[in-house]
C-alpha cells in the first residue's frame, strides 16, 4: 500500500541534488539553489498526474484540508458535512478554521451516505466534504447533485487515495477543491506532506498565500512582498518534496502492483460466500491500496479478529470499528469537546451533542468490516498464503457459529 515499501536510489537521487545546494526552502534564494526547486517540479507532476490546473503543496495533508476550506471561505459557525468513518484530521482542520463537524452515517461504500447528507442539510451548511477512504472512492454523482441543488461546495478529501478515479476523472479533481496527504503510509509519500488542488485560479492564489503566512510571492524579496490576506506557515520543504518527486514517478508501478495482488486476494476471499466485498462506485477506478469486506455479523467479525490475533496474523487487517483514529465511536476526545483552549459556543454545543451510539447506521456497516492493507512487496506465493489462511480463519469462526446455533 504505501509508497515506502519501495523507496531507493530514486529518492536518495532527488534529496542529494537539495542537499548539495544546502537551500531546503521552497522559496527564495534563486542563485544558491542553481536551479533545483522540488516543490514546484512536484507541483506540475501533480497537476499532469491529476489532470488539474493548480496544486498547492502543503506541509502535511491535515493543513491541506485547512487550507481547502480557508480558500473555500468556510469559517465561524459554518457547517461542514463529514462522514463518520475519516481520519481525525477531517474534523481537526473544521475546527480549526472555526467551523462546525456535522458528522453523517456511511453506507456500504464506506464512505457518505447521499441520503444522509440530504437530511443533515440547514440553513448553515456550507460544504459537504467526502472522504475517499481506503483507495476508493466515494458515491460522487448523488453528492455533486446535493450539492448543485443546495448551493453547498464539494471538497474531496482524497488523501487516501492517490491516483484513483471515478468515471475517468482523478479523484481530487472534480469537487472545487481536493486535497491530499503524503505522510509515511500514504500511496506516494514525502515522508510529510499534502497537497489541495483545484482548477481555480482564484482558489488557487489564495492556497499559495495561505500557506505562506499571506505572502503575495509577486516580487523577489520577501520581506516586500504584500499580505492582501491572513495565513499560515503550511509550507513543505525542498528535501519532503525532493522525496515525492522520486515517488510520484512510481505511481503507474505502484498502482499496477496493487491491482494485481488485490484481484488475487479477492479471488480467495470470494470462494466463501459469506463474505461480501465495499460497493465500489466506479470498480475500474479504485486504486487498491485495500481489500474491504464484510461478514455476516458485528458478531461474527469480532469473532474473526479474535481468531486472526490469536493465529498471528491480524497484521494488515484493519477492524475500524474498535480503532481509537478513524471510526466516531472513539473519538472521544471530540464527543467530550476536549480542547486545550476554548472553542467557540456553537463548536462547543454542537460537539457534547455528539455520543459513541449515536449512528448505528454506520455502526451496522463498520461493525462488519474488515480492510485488508494490499502490499506492494508479495510475492504471489505469498498472497496465496495471506487469502488462504485468512479464509481458513473465516470458516472456522462460521462454523464455530454454526455449532453455537
Ligand atoms: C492521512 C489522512 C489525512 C491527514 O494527512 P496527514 O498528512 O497525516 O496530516 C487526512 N484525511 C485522511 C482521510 C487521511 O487518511
Given at each position: 500500500?504505501?509508497?515506502?515499501?519501495?523507496?531507493?536510489?530514486?529518492?536518495?537521487?532527488?534529496?542529494?541534488?537539495?542537499?548539495?545546494?544546502?537551500?531546503?526552502?521552497?522559496?527564495?534564494?534563486?542563485?544558491?539553489?542553481?536551479?533545483?526547486?522540488?516543490?514546484?517540479?512536484?507541483?506540475?507532476?501533480?497537476?499532469?498526474?491529476?489532470?488539474?490546473?493548480?496544486?498547492?503543496?502543503?506541509?502535511?495533508?491535515?493543513?491541506?484540508?485547512?487550507?481547502?476550506?480557508?480558500?473555500?471561505?468556510?469559517?465561524?459557525?459554518?457547517?461542514?458535512?463529514?462522514?463518520?468513518?475519516?481520519?481525525?484530521?477531517?474534523?481537526?482542520?473544521?475546527?480549526?478554521?472555526?467551523?462546525?463537524?456535522?458528522?453523517?452515517?456511511?453506507?456500504?461504500?464506506?464512505?457518505?451516505?447521499?441520503?444522509?447528507?440530504?437530511?443533515?442539510?440547514?440553513?448553515?451548511?456550507?460544504?459537504?466534504?467526502?472522504?475517499?477512504?481506503?483507495?476508493?472512492?466515494?458515491?460522487?454523482?448523488?453528492?455533486?447533485?446535493?450539492?448543485?441543488?443546495?448551493?453547498?461546495?464539494?471538497?474531496?478529501?482524497?488523501?487516501?487515495?492517490?491516483?484513483?478515479?471515478?468515471?475517468?476523472?482523478?479523484?481530487?479533481?472534480?469537487?472545487?477543491?481536493?486535497?491530499?496527504?503524503?505522510?509515511?503510509?500514504?500511496?506516494?509519500?514525502?515522508?510529510?506532506?499534502?497537497?489541495?488542488?483545484?482548477?481555480?485560479?482564484?482558489?488557487?492564489?489564495?492556497?499559495?498565500?495561505?500557506?505562506?503566512?499571506?505572502?503575495?510571492?509577486?516580487?523577489?524579496?520577501?520581506?516586500?512582498?504584500?499580505?492582501?490576506f491572513l495565513g499560515f506557515n503550511y509550507r513543505i520543504s525542498e528535501l519532503h518534496a525532493a522525496v515525492g518527486l522520486a515517488q510520484i514517478r512510481k505511481l503507474d508501478k505502484f498502482l499496477s502492483i496493487q491491482k494485481k495482488n488485490h484481484q488475487q486476494l479477492k479471488a480467495i476471499l470470494s470462494t466463501v460466500p459469506e463474505i461480501s466485498f465495499r460497493k465500489i462506485?466506479?470498480?475500474?477506478?479504485?486504486?487498491?491500496?485495500?481489500?474491504?469486506?464484510?461478514?455476516?455479523?458485528?458478531?461474527?467479525?469480532?469473532?474473526?479478529?479474535?481468531?486472526?490475533?490469536?493465529?498471528?496474523?491480524?497484521?494488515?487487517?484493519?477492524?475500524?470499528?474498535?480503532?481509537?483514529?478513524?471510526?466516531?465511536?472513539?473519538?472521544?476526545?471530540?464527543?467530550?469537546?476536549?480542547?486545550?483552549?476554548?472553542?467557540?459556543?456553537?463548536?462547543?454545543?454542537?460537539?457534547?451533542?455528539?455520543?459513541?451510539?449515536?449512528?448505528?447506521?454506520?455502526?451496522?456497516?463498520?461493525?462488519?468490516?474488515?480492510?485488508?492493507?494490499?502490499?506492494?512487496?508479495?510475492?504471489?506465493?505469498?498472497?496465496?498464503?495471506?487469502?488462504?489462511?485468512?479464509?481458513?480463519?473465516?470458516?472456522?469462526?462460521l462454523s464455530r457459529e454454526k455449532a453455537t446455533v
Amino acid at each position: 500500500m504505501p509508497g515506502f515499501e519501495l523507496f531507493g536510489p530514486e529518492e536518495r537521487k532527488e534529496v542529494n541534488d537539495v542537499l548539495e545546494t544546502g537551500i531546503y526552502m521552497r522559496y527564495g534564494f534563486d542563485g544558491p539553489r542553481k536551479g533545483i526547486w522540488k516543490s514546484k517540479e512536484l507541483e506540475a507532476a501533480i497537476c499532469k498526474t491529476l489532470g488539474v490546473k493548480y496544486a498547492q503543496l502543503t506541509s502535511s495533508g491535515t493543513s491541506a484540508l485547512t487550507t481547502a476550506l480557508a480558500i473555500l471561505g468556510i469559517g465561524a459557525g459554518d457547517e461542514v458535512i463529514m462522514p463518520t468513518f475519516t481520519f481525525v484530521a477531517s474534523f481537526e482542520a473544521i475546527l480549526g478554521v472555526g467551523a462546525v463537524p456535522v458528522l453523517v452515517d456511511v453506507d456500504e461504500t464506506l464512505t457518505l451516505d447521499p441520503a444522509a447528507v440530504r437530511r443533515a442539510i440547514t440553513p448553515r451548511t456550507k460544504c459537504v466534504m467526502p472522504v475517499h477512504m481506503c483507495g476508493s472512492m466515494a458515491d460522487l454523482d448523488p453528492l455533486m447533485d446535493i450539492c448543485a441543488a443546495h448551493q453547498l461546495v464539494l471538497l474531496e478529501d482524497a488523501c487516501q487515495s492517490f491516483g484513483a478515479r471515478y468515471k475517468g476523472k482523478y479523484l481530487g479533481s472534480i469537487g472545487q477543491v481536493g486535497t491530499f496527504s503524503f505522510d509515511f503510509v500514504k500511496t506516494v509519500t514525502c515522508a510529510e506532506g499534502g497537497a489541495v488542488t483545484t482548477n481555480s485560479e482564484d482558489l488557487y492564489i489564495k492556497a499559495d498565500g495561505y500557506t505562506d503566512h499571506g505572502h503575495d510571492h509577486k516580487g523577489v524579496d520577501r520581506g516586500a512582498d504584500l499580505h492582501p490576506f491572513l495565513g499560515f506557515n503550511y509550507r513543505i520543504s525542498e528535501l519532503h518534496a525532493a522525496v515525492g518527486l522520486a515517488q510520484i514517478r512510481k505511481l503507474d508501478k505502484f498502482l499496477s502492483i496493487q491491482k494485481k495482488n488485490h484481484q488475487q486476494l479477492k479471488a480467495i476471499l470470494s470462494t466463501v460466500p459469506e463474505i461480501s466485498f465495499r460497493k465500489i462506485p466506479d470498480p475500474a477506478g479504485d486504486s487498491c491500496t485495500f481489500l474491504s469486506w464484510f461478514l455476516p455479523t458485528e458478531a461474527i467479525t469480532r469473532s474473526l479478529v479474535a481468531e486472526l490475533k490469536e493465529q498471528g496474523i491480524i497484521a494488515g487487517n484493519f477492524y475500524w470499528f474498535d480503532n481509537n483514529w478513524h471510526y466516531y465511536r472513539k473519538w472521544t476526545h471530540l464527543h467530550q469537546a476536549a480542547s486545550l483552549s476554548r472553542l467557540s459556543e456553537v463548536q462547543h454545543s454542537a460537539l457534547t451533542k455528539l455520543s459513541p451510539d449515536a449512528f448505528p447506521a454506520s455502526d451496522r456497516v463498520m461493525g462488519r468490516c474488515i480492510s485488508t492493507a494490499i502490499g506492494l512487496a508479495w510475492t504471489d506465493d505469498q498472497i496465496k498464503e495471506k487469502g488462504e489462511k485468512i479464509v481458513g480463519a473465516v470458516k472456522k469462526v462460521l462454523s464455530r457459529e454454526k455449532a453455537t446455533v
